[in-house]
């Protein structure tokens, strides 16, 4: 395998020769490596093995993303940020030209490392507001004029009606007969469509705007700098159409929480309002795009967001473990147990969250 992965670096225009490849990140749905190169100023890579299962559409997915990096770099020149090549990715091409290259049947792209750069599984009150506002330039960048249009790499991919009807799929079919054992966990969530389902039907009578989100807002989807402050939002695989709301509530889904996406002592597990209340003072201070109703909806992208991963962990647990990369048997269904006691917490903070949201 490590042999291979040399092999595979090398299709990719790199300055300098690949020394060791490490693995990167806990991505739940690629697999990421370091690529770190000799002599020691050349620059190291990131190289990716893009899940195919899940990207159909390779040839779309890396061209939404060079379309998104073109267009913030170009904000960012006219801005004069400076340091702007560790402020958004840079896509490798590979010797071919090409933004990645299959081999036996693999789909690979790379990345340049951003050098003196990290992620954090939890955030410092400030880290989270400076957070809330890179999330908050993100979007107003990507709803400019000159935005690329991008297509749905996913389709339905944050829908909440699809992803309900996605498990009750699943408990029909039962292809792994784990359906009855967890019914109650399933009855609990099916209870709640109507509610979760709310902003598509907002949409649909025009007045919840779709603008290009991101769609996988996890705390280790930003890059931070050595001082803590955010450098440069990652995983763009899913930047595409949908509801800020969505970004907002996936962020607090995993740095607003006490204890881990996937902890096994649900004690651990509740609200950090802390951290609610910094990230959106520095969200709603820089998404000036926002509308009445997009603001006001914030909170509720929250308890939709953390509804839907408990449904997409649920459905992956009863379908056999095909979707997420799980490291142990049950781990699906503990990422599910700990989703949904994370809901109940959200469910006691959402009149707190709504009246803070009120005051900024
Ligand atoms: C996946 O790839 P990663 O780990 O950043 C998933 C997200 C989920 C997340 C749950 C394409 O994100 O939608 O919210 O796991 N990405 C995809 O941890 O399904
Ligand atoms: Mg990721």
Redesign the pocket.
């Known amino acids: 395998m490590k042999q291979n992965l040399f092999d595979i670096a090398r299709l990719f225009q790199i300055k300098g020769s690949p020394d060791k490849i490490t693995r990167l990140g806990n991505?739940?749905?690629?697999d990421t490596f370091l690529v770190t190169t000799l002599p020691p100023d050349a620059p190291d890579y990131v190289l990716q093995k893009i899940n195919h299962n899940?990207f159909k559409d390779v040839d779309l997915l890396q061209d939404n993303i060079l379309k998104i990096t073109d267009h913030i770099r170009h904000c960012l020149k006219e801005k004069d940020t400076g340091d702007i090549d560790r402020r958004t990715l840079i896509l490798v091409p590979t010797s071919e030209g090409a933004l990645y290259t299959v081999k036996d049947g693999q789909y690979w792209r790379m990345t340049v490392h951003i050098p003196r750069s990290f992620t954090h599984e939890t955030l410092t009150p400030h880290m989270a507001e400076l957070t809330g506002q890179a999330f908050g330039e993100f979007h107003a960048l990507l709803s400019h004029p000159l935005a690329p249009n991008l297509k749905e790499t996913?389709p339905n991919f944050h829908n909440t009606a699809f992803r309900i009807s996605q498990l009750r799929e699943a408990i029909q079919d039962d292809p792994a007969g784990r359906a009855k054992s967890v019914s109650d966990l399933s009855e609990r969530l099916l209870a709640r469509e109507e509610e979760m389902t709310l902003p598509f039907h907002l949409a649909e009578q025009g007045k919840l705007p779709k603008r290009i989100t991101h769609c996988?807002t996890?705390v280790n989807?930003i890059l931070f700098d050595t001082d803590g402050t955010p450098l440069c939002v990652i995983?763009l695989?899913?930047t595409m159409p949908g509801f800020v709301l969505s970004d907002f509530g996936?962020f607090l889904r995993t740095a607003g929480n006490t204890g881990a996406?996937d902890e096994a002592d649900l004690s651990k597990v509740a609200v950090n309002m802390d951290i609610f209340r910094a990230f959106a003072k520095g969200y709603v201070a820089s998404a000036s795009f926002l509308t009445p109703l997009e603001k006001e909806l914030l909170p509720f992208g929250v308890m939709m967001l953390t509804y839907m991963?408990a449904v997409r962990f649920l459905t992956d647990y009863i379908n056999g473990d095909t979707y997420?990369r799980i490291d142990e048997p049950e781990h699906n269904l503990r990422r599910t147990r700990a989703q949904m006691k994370l809901l109940e917490d959200i469910d006691r903070c959402l009149p707190e969250m709504t009246d803070f949201i009120k005051t900024l």
């Open positions: 991505g739940l749905i690629n899940v996913i996988d996890k989807n995983d695989d899913t996936d996406e991963q997420f």
